[in-house]
């Protein structure tokens, strides 16, 4: 039985909130000014889902 | 060989008594600053986010507090794994490591997983790697306030 409090998320939900809040932190650690920051969290963000459905992909042949 | 020099002149080239006193200024604010770097570390990875905060960069501060938190809470309310010291395998260790690098928090993610961790679904699983990602995040950030206080980075 799911405990009331118990969060659920589907692999997709997981790796979108997973890319944001790395690309995020990111961002802020290694670039300075908004700008600079915005794009490179963009850049990041994009390329973490980009790169994890082309893994998800690159492995569906072995799982038949 | 005729070209190379004897060791004892490249020694004795500079003498002691000129160079001492701003070399020696230089090497104990060159100690202090490395003295200071490690503390900022360590506050840093013990609360995220208090390393810059020290260092007065709220906005890097912040963003490291919010992630970090965010990814805890939601790797422990997903019931993930936190492992501990008496891990069985190279990969429980491995996972302890990770879990510890969020400093105060791994008692925070603890105390929110009432429960206990359930991995035998894919939801358990998913929250084991954000409470893992958030530690090595942290350590990450940790490593930033640690490299900006030895002004290595800006």
Same mark, same amino acid.
């Given at each position: 039985?799911?405990?009331? !409090?118990?969060?659920?998320?589907? !692999?997709?939900?997981?790796m979108v909130i997973f890319a944001l809040l790395v690309s995020v932190a990111f961002g802020f650690l290694s670039r300075r000014g908004s700008y600079q920051r915005a794009r490179y969290i963009l850049w990041s963000f994009i390329l973490f889902l980009l790169i994890g459905v082309g893994i998800g992909w690159a492995m569906y042949p072995f799982s038949h | 060989m005729p070209d190379e020099v004897p060791i004892?002149?490249?020694?004795n080239a500079v003498p002691v008594a000129q160079s001492a006193?701003?070399?020696?200024?230089e090497n104990r604010e060159g100690r202090r600053r490395d003295a200071l770097a490690l503390i900022i570390a360590a506050a840093a990875w013990f609360l995220p986010g208090l390393g810059h905060a020290l260092l007065k960069m709220?906005?890097?501060?912040?963003?490291?507090?919010?992630?970090?938190?965010?990814?805890?809470?939601?790797?422990?309310?997903?019931?993930?794994n936190i492992f501990s010291r008496s891990g069985e395998d190279a990969f429980a260790k491995l996972g302890y490591v990770a879990d510890l690098g969020v400093g105060s928090f791994y008692f925070v993610a603890r105390a929110l997983e009432t429960n206990g961790p359930d991995v035998s679904h894919a939801n358990g699983d998913y929250g084991t790697r954000l409470l893992a990602t958030a530690g090595v995040l942290n350590m990450l950030a940790a490593l930033h306030a640690y490299e900006v206080t030895r002004a290595r980075k800006a």
């Amino acid at each position: 039985m799911t405990p009331p !409090h118990e969060f659920r998320l589907s !692999h997709f939900q997981a790796m979108v909130i997973f890319a944001l809040l790395v690309s995020v932190a990111f961002g802020f650690l290694s670039r300075r000014g908004s700008y600079q920051r915005a794009r490179y969290i963009l850049w990041s963000f994009i390329l973490f889902l980009l790169i994890g459905v082309g893994i998800g992909w690159a492995m569906y042949p072995f799982s038949h | 060989m005729p070209d190379e020099v004897p060791i004892a002149e490249t020694t004795n080239a500079v003498p002691v008594a000129q160079s001492a006193s701003p070399h020696h200024a230089e090497n104990r604010e060159g100690r202090r600053r490395d003295a200071l770097a490690l503390i900022i570390a360590a506050a840093a990875w013990f609360l995220p986010g208090l390393g810059h905060a020290l260092l007065k960069m709220w906005g890097r501060a912040l963003v490291c507090f919010s992630t970090v938190a965010l990814l805890v809470i939601l790797g422990a309310s997903m019931r993930g794994n936190i492992f501990s010291r008496s891990g069985e395998d190279a990969f429980a260790k491995l996972g302890y490591v990770a879990d510890l690098g969020v400093g105060s928090f791994y008692f925070v993610a603890r105390a929110l997983e009432t429960n206990g961790p359930d991995v035998s679904h894919a939801n358990g699983d998913y929250g084991t790697r954000l409470l893992a990602t958030a530690g090595v995040l942290n350590m990450l950030a940790a490593l930033h306030a640690y490299e900006v206080t030895r002004a290595r980075k800006a």
